[in-house]
Structure formats: structure tokens, C-alpha cells
């Protein structure tokens, strides 16, 4: 069974995204996206201030298989990044939904509601 936690919202593109209570979004790489990718070996976040829409690459992965980009799931301003991951890019396989990569000030948090929720991203990945 994979993990798809229920408070989490999910991208087509393998993205996860948590509204927070201060209303930033957090985002990072689903489990599943982390065990397709394979052995993570690099990350490069984006810009803070960096203003980013709706599916929009922001961040690239690669791994020992392939890069992949990383898509923001809202529109709005990245206002922090996980400074630890860049680091040591395999804590995204040791645990890919405690470890975000960015947090967004979304401009239209209504953009959340166009994303999968745990039963429909299990759906997609045939889970």
C-alpha cells in the first residue's frame, strides 16, 4: 500500500502541497515520486521572493535515474525553502513528506481545491 497521507492535498505531477494555518502553502515530492526517482543526489530549490504560478517548475531534482522538476501546485511568492534538503537530498527518500523543499504565500488559495485529494492522487498512481 503506498503512503498517501489524508491531509495532504496531490498534484498530477507528483507534487504534495498542506495549507498551513498562517495560510502558506508547504510543498514537497510524494513518496511515490521519491521511489521512481530513485536515490536523490541534488537538489536546487528556488528563489525566496521568486513569484511562481500554478504548475510552474521551481525546483529540480536528480537522482542517479533522472532529474525531474518539481512544480509549485499554487500560484503566489515562495517565501522559504527547506535549507537542509540541498544538503543532503536523500533525507526526500528517508522521508519525502517530512521533508518540504518550499512554502508559497498563494496568491488564489482557491487553486488548492483544483488538486487531487489522498483517494484520488491513490487513484492515479494505482495504488
Same mark, same amino acid.
Given at each position: 500500500?503506498?503512503?498517501?497521507?489524508?491531509?495532504?492535498?496531490?498534484?498530477?505531477?507528483?507534487?504534495?502541497?498542506?495549507?498551513? @494555518? %498562517?495560510?502558506?502553502? *508547504? &510543498?514537497?515530492?510524494?513518496?511515490? +515520486?521519491?521511489?521512481?526517482?530513485?536515490?536523490? /543526489?541534488?537538489? !536546487?530549490?528556488?528563489?525566496?521572493?521568486?513569484?511562481?504560478? @500554478? %504548475?510552474?517548475?521551481? *525546483? &529540480?531534482?536528480?537522482?542517479?535515474? +533522472?532529474?525531474?522538476?518539481?512544480?509549485?501546485? /499554487?500560484?503566489? !511568492?515562495?517565501?522559504?525553502?527547506?535549507?537542509?534538503?540541498?544538503?543532503?537530498?536523500?533525507?526526500?527518500?528517508?522521508?519525502?513528506?517530512?521533508?518540504?523543499?518550499?512554502?508559497?504565500?498563494?496568491?488564489?488559495?482557491?487553486?488548492?481545491?483544483?488538486?487531487?485529494?489522498?483517494?484520488?492522487?491513490?487513484?492515479?498512481?494505482?495504488?
Amino acid at each position: 500500500m503506498a503512503n498517501i497521507p489524508d491531509n495532504l492535498k496531490y498534484t498530477q505531477s507528483d507534487e504534495w502541497a498542506r495549507l498551513e @494555518a %498562517d495560510g502558506t502553502v *508547504t &510543498v514537497g515530492i510524494t513518496d511515490f +515520486a521519491q521511489e521512481s526517482l530513485g536515490d536523490i /543526489v541534488f537538489v !536546487e530549490l528556488p528563489d525566496v521572493g521568486r513569484t511562481v504560478a @500554478a %504548475d510552474e517548475a521551481s *525546483t &529540480v531534482i536528480e537522482s542517479v535515474k +533522472a532529474a525531474a522538476d518539481v512544480h509549485s501546485p /499554487v500560484s503566489g !511568492e515562495i517565501i522559504e525553502v527547506n535549507e537542509e534538503v540541498p544538503g543532503s537530498p536523500d533525507l526526500i527518500n528517508g522521508d519525502a513528506y517530512g521533508n518540504w523543499l518550499f512554502r508559497v504565500k498563494p496568491s488564489n488559495t482557491a487553486e488548492l481545491d483544483n488538486l487531487l485529494d489522498a483517494a484520488g492522487y491513490a487513484a492515479k498512481i494505482g495504488a
